[in-house]
């Protein structure tokens, strides 16, 4: 089904509303992504300039998740950054450090968490951001990084294993 | 099922850990005006301020008419970098082809990097060709070393006119691209030296129809995949060639069919990035049609270096040494090798874990730097690092300093202790 074209102040509302609405998710996971501030921030910059763009597709596809949309383009930019980035070796800890100071009370057992994510290999990384971290379904989750949902399933359950491995002695799931 | 406990841990952890990485709303705004070229409507604006902002856009709008997208848009944290911005060349180089049209709008050289902005416009119903750009450096005879570094698409390797890559657009009107020397032994003489570059694409195009895998990209080491696994990936390549298609994986990259396709064994031991393409070429997948090619002269602007050498000791005992400071207008490349005296062990990184180094310009700001640590055969290891600058410095400000300190000492922009204060290294350049 088409949608009829949306007149540019509207585009521009939208777009506004998006922004205000999902910039702060889209540089969190973007920074988790790459693990670099300045990047993060770029990569946010770039999402909304290529959702701008794409405001054609978004009205000419019938979207029903604007969020699962945008961090779709958010994840396709990390990851030109990810192939464009041309030397890094980076101590995850110390770039943690040096983000702004946290607005609540951070426990070691987060930092572990969270350093172990950011550790994943990216197929596994990505499906714990958006399926677990955005709280997208699988589904979503499926069209996000363009794979099926038996291929997120199984990334999943290695994502989630590797994890409940790596928190050993730290954080334990198991009820 | 999704495992809720599992959910609220991650969204938990993840959500305090970065509780303070949020945009402000200055930076909401700029994200706004970026995407649209357009600024918010704030509910009350004063007739002046309308005014203002219709000169602008007039000056901007002049401004783009004349130079197309500028230095300046790519490397805006230069804008009030006066020396930078009195280097930017306006070319205006335009090459016209079969496939596409190229317009190359302006250069700057620092003496270190080179930054070129271009746009490029696809035919209409041109086949899709592969580009791959080939960027050179002359020093009188001499030809130099060059690597990009950064683009605003994606380059280094090779890129495809129009975008190939499923639901990815690139905006080829607005090219930004950094190019380092990459020896950094070579020293110019700014009043007397210049320095011609050459930036040309290869264009290529295939008459064979081009397809994608279907197939995830085996990711060598995971424990998942077998080797095996990583034959079979491959050999939907091999096959594709045999039967006279291009297959690229599912990001359009055309590396795995370059690498899969046969080629002379003698060219794997020389094989360094991205060299595969010249391997594709001694095949008869790939045929160079057309090269376009742009050449400029540039003054480099001086490079300022350390006076004297500098050696100091960490506080956890760790020696120093600098081995090499180069400083432009707009960046500061830095390598350091750090050795334990005493120890007949190698250094590991885990041993520049509890300490590191702050790095400022006297009277510039200084940006995170890019850095990359790598150990050396003989037992050292070394560190490389570039910062982005965005004004003139005669002196650098190195202060050692524990790693959970690092942060504050960068939002102070110096020591935040007395200790570290005492600790300061000054470095003066020439």
């Not at chain 2, 003496?111 to 416009?121: C, D």
């Amino acid at each position: 089904m088409e949608r009829a074209a949306v007149p540019g102040m509207i585009r521009e509302q939208k777009l506004n509303q998006w922004i205000e609405d999902y910039s702060d998710s889209i540089l969190r996971t973007c920074f988790l992504y790459l693990s670099d501030q300045n990047q993060a921030e770029d990569a946010t910059q770039d999402t909304w300039i290529k959702a701008w763009k794409h405001m054609d597709d978004y009205e000419r596809k019938s979207i029903t998740n604007d969020k699962a949309w945008l961090l779709r383009i958010a994840i396709n930019t990390c990851k030109d950054y990810r192939r464009s980035a041309w030397f890094r070796h980076i101590d995850r800890n110390k770039v943690l450090d040096e983000l702004p100071s946290q607005l609540i009370a951070v426990e070691p057992e987060d930092r572990t968490l969270t350093l172990t994510i950011m550790d994943l290999p990216d197929r596994y990384k990505q499906v714990i951001l958006l399926y677990y971290f955005q709280g997208l379904t699988m589904q979503e989750t499926a069209e996000v990084i363009g794979a099926s949902q038996t291929t997120v399933q199984r990334r999943l359950k290695k994502a989630e294993s590797l994890l409940k491995v790596e928190l050993t002695g730290g954080v334990t799931y198991e009820g | 099922m999704k495992d809720k406990r599992l959910e609220q841990q991650i969204q938990h952890s993840l959500n305090a850990e970065l509780s303070g990485l949020n945009t402000t709303s200055w930076q909401r705004d700029q994200f706004f005006e970026n995407a649209t070229g357009g600024t918010k409507v704030k509910k009350k604006i004063s007739v002046v301020a309308v005014l203002i902002a219709a000169l602008m856009l007039i000056t901007i709008t002049a401004f783009a008419l004349t130079n197309g997208f500028g230095i300046l848009e790519y490397h805006p944290d230069q804008s009030a970098n006066q020396a930078y911005v009195d280097s930017i060349m306006a070319l205006n180089q335009t090459w016209d082809g079969k496939y596409f049209s190229a317009t190359i709008h302006e250069a700057v050289f620092d003496g270190m990097k080179m930054t070129f902005t271009m746009s490029i416009i696809p035919k209409e119903n041109a086949d899709p060709v592969f580009i791959i750009p080939r960027i050179t450096a002359t020093h009188g005879d001499k030809e130099l070393h060059t690597f990009i570094t950064h683009s605003s698409v994606i380059m280094d390797d090779g890129f495809w006119i129009p975008c190939m890559e499923p639901d990815v657009a690139y905006d080829f009107d607005n090219i930004g691209v950094d190019v380092i020397l990459s020896d950094d032994s070579v020293t110019f003489n700014p009043t007397d030296d210049q320095i011609k570059w050459e930036i040309s694409f290869d264009v290529l195009h295939t008459d064979w129809p081009i397809d994608y895998t279907a197939q995830d990209e085996p990711m060598i080491g995971e424990p998942e995949w077998t080797d095996s696994d990583y034959e079979n990936y491959e050999s939907q390549f091999v096959k594709a060639y045999e039967e006279k298609r291009v297959l690229l994986n599912q990001i359009a990259m055309l590396s795995p069919f370059a690498a899969a396709v046969p080629h002379d064994p003698s060219m794997e031991d020389e094989m360094e990035y991205p060299d595969y393409i010249e391997m594709l070429l001694t095949q008869d997948a790939f045929v160079i049609e057309e090269k376009a090619t742009f050449s400029f002269v540039a003054d480099p602007l001086p490079v300022k270096h350390a006076k004297q050498p500098v050696s100091f000791e960490m506080p956890d005992g760790l020696l120093v040494h600098v081995e090499n400071i180069s400083v432009s207008a707009d960046q500061i490349g830095m390598k350091l090798r750090i050795t334990k005296p005493g120890s007949d062990q190698p250094l590991r990184l885990e041993d520049w874990q509890n300490w590191t180094i702050a790095v400022f310009a006297q009277g510039a700001e200084t940006k995170y730097p890019e850095v990359n640590y790598s150990p050396d055969d003989d037992g050292s290891l070394h560190y490389n690092a570039y910062w982005t600058i965005t004004g003139e410095t005669d002196q650098l400000i190195l202060i050692p300093v524990e790693a959970e300190l690092y942060s504050d000492v960068i939002k102070n922009q110096g020591a935040v202790t007395e200790e570290q204060q005492a600790r300061t290294i000054r470095i003066d350049l020439e």
